[in-house]
């Protein structure tokens, strides 16, 4: 027996002990584990989008240390969550671990979180593409870039990630696998472009520390805090290496380091790149007021021709961001349906037997996410004296959704072990040891922190929605789903025999038929 098999065998008894079949197909390797996350957080997205948020409210100073700040607990974060995937290698990941911590009402209330947060993050994601895209597509074609072509290129750019990841897993790895490197690759083009070609010398060092400007109405500090999001937002959807878990091979190792490494290197290449892109920057405050900031300060570091080349460049690990989102998402949303955590579960848990993807889950992630931007666009229609941006709505929407579900099973995790429930023996091969409460306590706190400042104003209107979604969970929960949810505790009463019916079911037919099966019981 290869080693690839005895890997394969040994991680489908892990998942069928569990009580789930191994339906999705596993095939990403470590590398590709770290690649989805790497390439979600995607230093060329959070960071580009927002950059002029950031530059606006906390000046230069917001590069040189709020993003430091930022990576330092978010790696913290990503510590704790890394441990409770060696423990749990499961798809429905963060609302699977409350409900074996806790309880699967627990569970329920972090999977919708959770699933809130994802909608944020993929609208935040490709409408940043667009917000990308469409000016410099209007260059070429001539016609005038306004809110509502940036919809209707958004609409086209989250079509393309839906096609893409309904044809299967194995085209999608390969591809993360690529934008892994060109994400990479961008950074260091952008760097020494900047480094060598700007025109004029750069801002000295000092520059990129400096505290104290600001370019809004607001006193620094306080306009610091609240330029925070746009490192915080970058740092989201590391969970994904959680969520692809059961297409992983050696999940319990392979997972935790790429939860935790994803955050490290976005953290050292993005440190790198936003260094050199404000040292070049020749007027702020012009900066600030233009449309797009970035976009600003590399067409007058670099030049019209030559800055269109990188920004072009920069939009298409934009996309490839955008891309491995809706692999995250869309796994999510399967494995809770798989528990029958959502309306019309039954639809949502199929697997294309042609191509062993969820298909049906991953166009809900791509409807979903595109009834955000044009819940927000008509909003802004009607109200066209409105201060909010979209970009910041669906960022802030993404940072408090995907946090809070961040913390609850670190918060179940250390009551468990206060009361003996979780000891050393459940402690998968990748743990924290004697540090682990201490961490997960920094961790706790840092989200408390950030999910306060992510919601008071000027993104007020994030947690008017976010309290908005809240009070329909509980009205969700009170009327049908506190007495109908199993939770994934009921998948521990399923028999072997038919966990073995259903992998045959897959394996006996791997190319032919799209309609695809359902989870029943």
């Avoid at 934008?179 to 083009?189: G, N, P, T």
């Avoid at 491995?324 to 798989?338: C, G, H």
């Avoid at 949502?348 to 927000?376: E, M």
Wanted: glycine share 10%.
């Amino acid at each position: 027996m290869s080693t690839q098999t005895h890997h394969h065998d040994k991680d489908k008894q892990d998942l069928n002990k569990f009580g789930y079949a191994q339906e999705l197909l596993r095939s990403m390797g470590g590398f590709s584990n770290f690649a989805i996350s790497f390439s979600i957080i995607s230093i060329l997205t959070g960071a580009v989008s927002l950059y002029g948020h950031g530059l606006t409210y906390g000046g230069p100073g917001m590069m040189g240390f709020g993003w430091p700040l930022v990576a330092l607990f978010v790696m913290i974060v990503a510590a704790s969550m890394a441990e409770l995937a060696s423990a749990i290698p499961t798809a429905g990941a963060l609302y699977h671990w409350a409900s074996i911590l806790r309880n699967k009402r627990w569970g329920w209330y972090t999977a919708w979180i959770n699933l809130i947060g994802q909608i944020g993050i993929v609208a935040g994601i490709d409408y940043s593409v667009a917000l990308f895209a469409d000016p410099l597509l209007s260059d070429v074609f001539g016609y005038a870039s306004t809110e509502t072509t940036i919809l209707i290129c958004f609409a086209v750019i989250l079509l393309s990630h839906g096609i893409l990841n309904h044809i299967g897993i194995r085209s999608v790895s390969r591809l993360n696998d690529f934008s892994a490197w060109y994400h990479i690759a961008i950074v260091l083009v952008l760097v020494v472009s900047l480094a060598f070609f700007s025109k004029g010398s750069l801002n000295s060092v000092d520059y990129l520390f400096k505290v104290g400007e600001t370019f809004s109405d607001k006193p620094y500090m306080f306009a610091f805090l609240i330029g925070l999001l746009q490192a915080q937002w970058t740092f989201t959807g590391f969970d994904a290496s959680a969520h692809t878990i059961e297409e992983t091979v050696n999940p319990r190792v392979r997972a935790p380091w790429g939860i935790f490494t994803s955050v490290a290197y976005s953290f050292f290449f993005g440190f790198i790149m936003l260094a050199f892109v404000t040292l070049s920057i020749k007027d702020a405050g012009a900066a600030t007021g233009a449309d797009n900031a970035f976009i600003y300060v590399i067409s007058e570091a670099l030049g019209g021709t030559f800055g269109n080349v990188i920004l072009w460049l920069v939009t298409a690990a934009m996309w490839f961001c955008g891309l491995s989102s809706i692999t995250s998402f869309s796994r999510m949303m399967y494995a809770f349906s798989r528990d029958k955590g959502m309306p019309l579960s039954k639809q949502w848990a199929q697997i294309s037997k042609k191509f062993r993807t969820p298909a049906k889950a991953i166009w809900l992630a791509v409807i979903l996410s595109f009834l955000l931007a044009l819940v927000d666009y008509i909003i802004k229609q009607a109200n066209p004296g409105t201060t909010h941006t979209t970009i910041a709505f669906m960022t802030a929407v993404s940072v408090v959704g995907l946090y809070v579900a961040y913390g609850i099973p670190i918060v179940l995790k250390m009551m468990a072990k206060a009361q003996g429930k979780f000891q050393a023996k459940h402690l998968g091969p990748w743990h924290l040891g004697k540090y682990s409460d201490f961490i997960g306590t920094l961790a706790v706190l840092w989200i408390v922190f950030i999910s306060v400042i992510m919601v008071i104003p000027p993104n007020e209107m994030a947690g008017y929605a976010l309290g908005g979604m809240v009070v329909l969970l509980i009205i969700m929960d009170f009327a049908y789903y506190r007495k109908n949810f199993p939770g994934p505790q009921a998948a521990l009463n399923t028999s072997m025999a038919e966990i073995l019916r259903r992998e045959k079911e897959l394996e006996s037919n791997p190319s032919g038929g799209g309609s695809g099966i359902s989870h029943k019981g």
